[in-house]
């Protein structure tokens, strides 16, 4: 990380800043585009990492890009003893963003989030990938006039389960190590089979009813090892019934989750059922999707103190669960982006001075998590 901080520009054009986060892929910084002023993010990986996924991801987000809720790919190479990808500056995570709202939110926001999350997923698999780790963190808001547009990151684990011509599936697999967040992974991911769209979907349903719960039932369990722990969540999670997991909330949730659970392998979900059932629940308890979610609510009627308190600056923001990479039980974790906006500034050295100055009075403003 002190080695990055030598490098003050990339792709002859973006100044980087300050640093924003960490993963075992490396460092994300703020960078300003001396030409535009616009302000994006720069993540730097070693070219000497054990398991260097940048490049990988940076691929995958090219042949993603052009749809809302994918962040766009500004550059992209390889400079020196790093692998270098510069793409939009988002906002806080929805992990992030529970914490804030005192790790609850309202049923209208889960469903409103639910049907953009779907969306997300959906067009990922109709371009032929998995993603293989959803979760809160896994999913950031916006900026600016984006900032009700949730946006799906971190493609470092997505493998693609058809061929894109012939859209040949993956074969069944058995055997295969644990690969995503144990807290939310499916079943079948945690019974060691193959994944497939079907896993995502469940995934999502997880993330759901721990968004209304505030926790899940196979949280806070005791082990002497991660494989251990593991096996009891699995354990957990197979005794634990849609309905009994569902209890006291709406059926549509339970409904979900055993439709993702009986689907088969190769199965192509039913993705606009899925939404639907939820935004008829939306409807009926008298709601709208009108993109107002509870971090706006409470923002709005934060007192000012509250405010500052809740607006302390964010360097970054660790995930709060366990990730499992490719390799057996190897341990990797996502970034977040802070959130800023986008202005014109003048010169390369004022630019960046300049951009400093407006987020620290930006933060007394924006609704950001504080570092924990």
Request: hydrophobic content about 35%; aromatic content about 10%.
């Given at each position: 990380a002190r080695e990055a901080l030598q490098i003050a520009k990339v792709g002859g054009t973006y100044i980087l800043g300050r640093k924003?986060?960490?993963?075992?892929?490396?460092?994300?910084?703020?960078?300003?585009?001396?030409?535009?002023?616009?302000?994006?993010?720069?993540?730097?990986?070693?070219?000497?990492?054990?398991?260097?996924?940048l490049m990988y991801e940076a691929k995958l987000l090219k042949?993603?890009?052009?749809?809302?809720?994918?962040?766009?790919?500004?550059?992209?190479?390889?400079?020196?003893?790093?692998?270098?990808?510069?793409?939009?500056?988002?906002?806080?995570?929805?992990?992030?963003?529970?914490?804030?709202?005192?790790?609850?939110?309202?049923?209208?926001?889960?469903?409103?989030?639910a049907d953009q999350m779907l969306y997300r997923i959906e067009y990922l698999h109709s371009r032929n990938f998995i993603h293989r780790d959803i979760k809160p963190?896994?999913?950031?808001?916006?900026?600016?006039?984006?900032?009700?547009?949730v946006n799906i990151i971190d493609f470092g684990l997505a493998k693609k389960y058809r061929d894109s011509k012939s859209y040949q599936h993956?074969?069944?697999?058995?055997?295969?190590?644990?690969?995503?967040?144990?807290?939310?992974?499916?079943?079948?991911?945690?019974?060691?089979?193959?994944?497939?769209?079907?896993?995502?979907?469940?995934?999502?349903?997880?993330?759901?009813?721990?968004?209304l719960r505030g926790s899940l039932p196979?949280?806070?369990?005791?082990?002497?090892?991660?494989?251990?722990?593991?096996?009891?969540?699995?354990?957990?999670?197979?005794?634990?019934?849609?309905?009994?997991?569902?209890?006291?909330?709406?059926?549509?949730?339970?409904?979900?989750?055993?439709?993702?659970?009986?689907?088969?392998?190769?199965?192509r979900p039913d993705?606009?059922?899925?939404?639907?059932?939820?935004?008829?629940?939306l409807t009926r308890e008298g709601h709208r999707n009108d993109m107002v979610f509870d971090w706006a609510v409470q923002q709005s009627t934060s007192t000012p103190s509250a405010s500052s308190s809740m607006l302390s600056p964010l360097s970054h923001c660790m995930p709060s669960t366990p990730v499992v990479s490719r390799t057996p039980v190897e341990t990797r974790d996502s970034s977040h982006i802070l959130l800023q906006s986008c202005r014109p500034l003048d010169s390369?050295?004022?630019?960046?001075?300049?951009?400093k100055d407006r987020q620290h009075a930006r933060e007394r403003d924006y609704y950001l998590l504080a570092t924990p």
């Open positions: 924003l986060g960490s993963g075992s892929f490396g460092d994300i910084y703020f960078a300003v585009n001396t030409q535009t002023g616009e302000e994006l993010a720069v993540k730097l990986e070693s070219t000497k990492s054990k398991h260097p996924m042949h993603l890009q052009g749809v809302p809720g994918i962040a766009s790919i500004h550059y992209c190479d390889v400079e020196g003893d790093y692998n270098v990808m510069v793409m939009d500056l988002l906002g806080p995570s929805l992990e992030d963003l529970f914490n804030i709202c005192h790790r609850k939110f309202s049923l209208k926001t889960v469903l409103m989030i963190d896994n999913f950031l808001i916006g900026v600016g006039r984006k900032a009700n547009q993956i074969a069944y697999r058995e055997g295969k190590a644990l690969t995503g967040t144990a807290r939310y992974a499916s079943i079948n991911t945690h019974l060691g089979i193959e994944q497939s769209r079907r896993d995502d979907l469940e995934a999502v349903g997880y993330v759901l009813v721990y968004f196979w949280q806070g369990l005791q082990a002497r090892t991660k494989l251990d722990k593991y096996e009891q969540i699995k354990r957990k999670k197979m005794e634990t019934h849609a309905e009994t997991l569902c209890r006291g909330l709406p059926q549509e949730f339970a409904t979900y989750i055993s439709y993702c659970r009986g689907l088969c392998f190769e199965e993705y606009s059922y899925l939404r639907r059932i939820l935004s008829e629940l390369s050295l004022a630019m960046l001075q300049r951009s």
